[in-house]
C-alpha cells in the first residue's frame, strides 16, 4: 500500500511511528544514525490546502444561455425548444458539481420540461441545463427564466430573458382510411403538421372532435410530423352512429381541418333475454300480482336502440295475459335507448311454465325465448297446513327442554307457498320462539322450551296460524273461486282450544283477525268424499270427515263465516309434559288392563307394565329420551336360573308420542319374557331420564 492511498490520519500515525522508530535508533549499534525517508504523499487533491478539503465559501452562477439542440448559442426559441444552460462556480471561478440549480419561468406558455421537479444537480463542470418549449404554436413575446443554485448553504441566482417567435403551422387534409363504416366499427384517422415551407413540426397538439362517436380529446404530431387516432362509431354511452360523422381537427388559432365518412345504419344481428328467473303467485294468492321480464337486442355486440320488436306469449298457465291487463296476442315494441324492450306478465288463476317469445321485425328468423319463468305458489290453503314436534313429550320438572316446532304450508295445488309467508304461533304454557317465523321452500321453524305458565294436566296447546284461503271445490274447473263453487267447510274465527272440547269458551284465546260475519260455517265435507275417493268404505268417509273437521276447521268460533275465500288457517299441535324426576309403575294384563292385584306370580311368564311420569301428571309417559331396562335377581336355590327379556316396547321412549285426549292414559307399555322364575326371585324395573335420574321399582315374584 503506498501513502497516498491512505487517509490523512494514517499517514499522521505511520509517519510519528517512523519518527519514534528513528529517534530509538540514535546511539545504538555501531553509532551511525538513521534517518527515516520522506513519505510518499501522492498528487495534491483539488479543493485542499495540505491534503484537507477546502469548504465552499461562495456561490456563483458565471454564465447562463439558451442553446439549440446542436449547442449553438441563440436569443430566441421557437416551436423546436431549446436548452436553458448555466455554470455553477465558487469563489475562485472553479466549478461546482452536485449543486442543485431550481429552474422557474414567469408565465404561461412556455414549459419546462424532461424533469419533474424543476430542478437539476450540476455536473462535474459545474454545468446544469433544462428544456423548454411553447405549448401551441401561436405562442409569443418576452419571457424570463430564472435559475436558482444551492451548495453547503450558499446560493446564487441568475435569469435570462429571451424572446419566443409564434410558429405558423399548417395542417394537412385528414386521411381516412375507411370513409364507409359499419356501424359500430371503427377506422384510422391522420394529418400532418407542417410549418410555411413545409418542414415537419414534432409535438404540434390537435383538438379533435366528432358529431358523433369517440376521439381522443388530442393528438400530438410525431417527429414526422404525422398524427395518428382512431375513430370509433359508437357513443360513450354505448348508442351506436349512423349516417354523415364530421371529423375535425385544429391546432387552435390555425385554421381547423374537417372529414366526413358514413357510418351505415345499424342493423339488428341478436335478441338475448336478459332477465333473471321469476315466480310469481297466482291471482289473488296475496304474493307478488305482476312481474316484468326483458330482452335485449344487439348489433353485432353493442345494444341497439329503436329496433323494432314482436312479443308473443307461446306457453302460459290458464289466465295468465301479458303486456296490458287481459292481453294475451302478441303486439310490436321498440327497444329504448338501452337496447331493451320489457313486458309486464299478470298470473292467472292456474299455476305452471311461462314462454314469451321476443321476435326481430326486421328478420323474423331472429328471436329468444324467456327462461326461469313460473306461476307456481298460491295462499296456503285451509288443509295446507300442519305442524310438528322434534319430540313431543318434554321434561316439566326443569326449565329449557326445549324440542323445534316446524310449519310445513301447500297451497291448494300442492306448491310451496311463496317464500316469506308469515306463520304466526301462540301457546298456554311454556315458551314459543320467535312468535313468528317465515317460510323458505314452504317450511319454517320455531322453538318450543319448557318454563312457566305450566298447564295442571301436562297437556300444552300451541297454536299455528297464517293468512291464506279456505278449501273449496272446484265446480267449473278453473282453478279458481268464483259463484257456483263450495267450500269443503267453511271456517270463521279462530282460537285456542286450551281445554281440547272443540268448543269455544269466554277466555280463551281468540286470534286478532276475526270476519266480523255472523254466518253459519257449512259442511260439504261429504261432497269433497265423494269427489276425491267415493269408492272408500263408509267407515274410512266418516273418519276422514271426522279428522278434516278436527285438523282443519277446529278450532273454529261458530256463526261467524262469510263467503270470502280469505281466511285464517289454522293447526293445533298438543305438547306433552312429565316430571322426569320420577316414574309409576302398572301391571297390566294382556288387554292393556290394570290388574287388580299388582304382583308378580311364578306361574306368569310374562309381565306388562305401563309406565307413566310421577307426580302431577301421572297419566302422561315419561320424557322423550327416557331409557327403560328390566333385570331379575334369582334368589332361589332351585338349580334354575330366572332369567327377563324386552319382547314388548321400546327401551327408549319416542319423541313422538300420540297425544290422545284430555284424561287418556298415554304412558308406555312394556313387555317383558321370565324364564324359569320361582316366588322368591325379584323383578326390577327401572327408568333413567335424561337429566339422569333412576326410578326403580321391585317386585317380588309370588
Not at 113 to 138: C, H, M, V, W, Y
Not at 227 to 250: Q, R
Not at 317 to 338: H, I, K, M, W
Not at 383 to 393: E, L, P, Q, R, T
Request: charged content about 15%.
Amino acid at each position: 500500500m503506498s501513502y497516498s492511498s491512505l487517509p490523512t490520519s494514517k499517514l499522521f500515525q505511520l509517519t510519528a511511528l517512523t519518527l519514534s522508530l528513528a529517534l530509538a535508533g540514535c546511539g545504538g549499534g555501531d553509532g551511525t544514525d538513521t534517518i527515516a525517508p520522506a513519505p510518499d504523499l501522492g498528487v495534491t487533491q483539488p479543493d485542499t490546502e495540505d491534503g484537507v478539503e477546502t469548504p465552499i465559501t461562495e456561490l456563483n452562477i458565471s454564465s447562463s444561455k439558451l442553446v439549440d439542440v446542436e449547442g449553438n448559442t441563440i436569443s430566441s426559441v421557437d416551436l423546436e425548444g431549446a436548452y436553458y444552460e448555466v455554470q455553477v462556480t465558487d469563489a475562485d471561478n472553479e466549478p461546482v458539481a452536485n449543486a442543485k440549480v431550481t429552474f422557474s419561468i414567469d408565465a404561461d406558455g412556455v414549459v419546462l420540461s424532461q424533469t419533474t421537479s424543476g430542478s437539476k444537480l450540476t455536473d462535474s463542470e459545474g454545468t446544469a441545463r433544462i428544456f423548454l418549449k411553447p405549448n401551441a404554436p401561436e405562442v409569443s413575446g418576452a419571457y424570463t427564466i430564472t435559475a436558482n443554485a444551492s451548495s453547503s448553504n450558499n446560493t446564487a441566482i441568475d435569469n435570462l430573458t429571451f424572446a419566443v417567435q409564434a410558429t405558423s403551422v399548417s395542417l394537412s387534409a385528414l386521411t381516412v382510411v375507411d370513409s364507409q363504416l359499419s356501424a359500430g366499427g371503427q377506422t384510422s384517422i391522420s394529418l400532418t403538421a407542417t410549418d410555411t415551407e413545409g418542414v415537419a413540426i414534432s409535438g404540434i397538439l390537435m383538438d379533435l372532435n366528432a358529431s358523433c362517436g369517440q376521439l381522443p380529446t388530442q393528438a400530438t404530431s410525431d417527429e414526422n410530423g404525422v398524427a395518428t387516432f382512431v375513430y370509433k362509431a359508437i357513443n360513450t354511452d354505448n348508442t351506436l352512429c349512423s349516417g354523415s360523422v364530421l371529423i375535425s381537427a385544429s391546432t387552435g388559432s390555425s385554421a381547423t381541418k374537417t372529414a366526413n365518412l358514413t357510418v351505415q345504419v345499424p342493423e339488428a344481428t341478436s335478441i338475448v333475454y336478459t332477465a333473471n328467473e321469476l315466480t310469481l303467485g297466482i291471482q289473488n294468492s296475496g304474493s307478488s300480482a305482476t312481474g316484468q321480464v326483458e330482452f335485449t337486442v344487439f348489433s353485432n355486440k353493442t345494444p341497439l336502440a329503436n329496433a323494432e320488436v314482436i312479443l308473443s306469449l307461446e306457453k302460459s298457465p290458464l289466465g295468465l295475459t301479458f303486456g296490458v291487463l287481459g292481453n294475451n296476442a302478441q303486439f310490436p315494441v321498440r327497444t329504448d335507448e338501452n337496447g331493451q324492450v320489457s313486458v309486464n306478465i299478470y298470473p292467472g288463476t292456474t299455476p305452471g311454465p311461462v314462454e314469451i317469445k321476443a321476435t326481430l321485425a326486421s328478420d323474423t328468423r331472429i328471436n329468444a325465448l324467456s327462461k326461469g319463468i313460473s306461476i307456481a305458489s298460491s295462499r296456503v290453503t285451509q288443509d295446507g297446513i300442519s305442524i310438528s314436534f322434534g319430540k313431543n313429550v318434554l321434561d316439566w320438572s326443569l326449565d329449557g327442554d326445549t324440542t323445534p316446532v316446524a310449519a310445513r304450508l301447500v297451497d291448494r295445488n300442492g306448491n310451496a307457498v311463496p317464500d316469506g309467508t308469515v306463520v304466526n304461533f301462540t301457546s298456554e304454557g311454556g315458551k314459543v320462539s320467535p312468535a313468528s317465523c317465515s317460510t323458505i321452500a314452504g317450511e319454517c321453524e320455531v322453538t318450543f322450551s319448557t318454563q312457566n305458565p305450566r298447564p295442571g294436566d301436562g297437556r300444552v296447546t300451541i297454536l299455528a296460524v297464517a293468512e291464506g284461503e279456505k278449501a273449496y271445490i272446484d265446480k267449473n274447473e278453473n282453478n279458481a273461486w268464483d259463484e257456483g263453487d263450495v267450500f269443503v267447510h267453511n271456517i270463521g274465527d279462530a282460537f285456542r282450544d286450551d281445554n281440547e272440547n272443540d268448543t269455544f269458551e269466554i277466555g280463551e284465546f281468540t286470534y286478532p283477525l276475526t270476519t266480523q260475519s255472523s254466518q253459519v260455517c257449512e259442511n260439504n265435507v261429504q261432497q269433497f268424499i265423494q269427489l276425491k275417493f267415493p269408492s272408500s268404505s263408509e267407515a274410512v268417509k266418516l273418519a276422514f270427515e271426522s279428522r278434516f273437521i278436527s285438523d282443519f276447521v277446529s278450532p273454529n268460533k261458530p256463526m261467524t263465516c262469510n263467503s270470502d275465500l280469505d281466511a285464517v288457517v289454522r293447526y293445533e299441535g298438543i305438547q306433552l309434559l312429565s316430571n322426569g324426576n320420577g316414574a309409576t309403575f302398572t301391571l297390566l294384563d294382556d288387554m292393556s288392563t290394570q290388574l287388580q292385584s299388582q304382583e308378580i306370580f311364578a306361574t306368569e311368564t310374562q309381565v306388562n307394565i305401563r309406565i307413566n311420569s310421577g307426580g302431577f301428571y301421572d297419566l302422561n309417559p315419561m320424557p322423550s329420551g327416557t331409557t327403560i331396562s328390566g333385570s331379575v335377581v334369582d334368589k332361589t336355590a332351585n338349580n334354575a336360573s330366572c332369567v327377563v327379556e324386552l319382547v314388548g316396547g321400546d327401551d327408549t321412549i319416542p319423541d313422538s308420542i300420540t297425544s290422545q285426549k284430555p284424561g287418556s292414559n298415554t304412558g308406555t307399555i312394556n313387555r317383558f319374557a321370565l324364564s324359569e322364575c320361582a316366588a322368591g326371585d325379584f323383578f326390577k324395573i327401572s327408568v333413567t331420564s335424561l337429566k339422569g335420574k333412576t326410578t326403580s321399582k321391585t317386585y317380588t315374584i309370588k
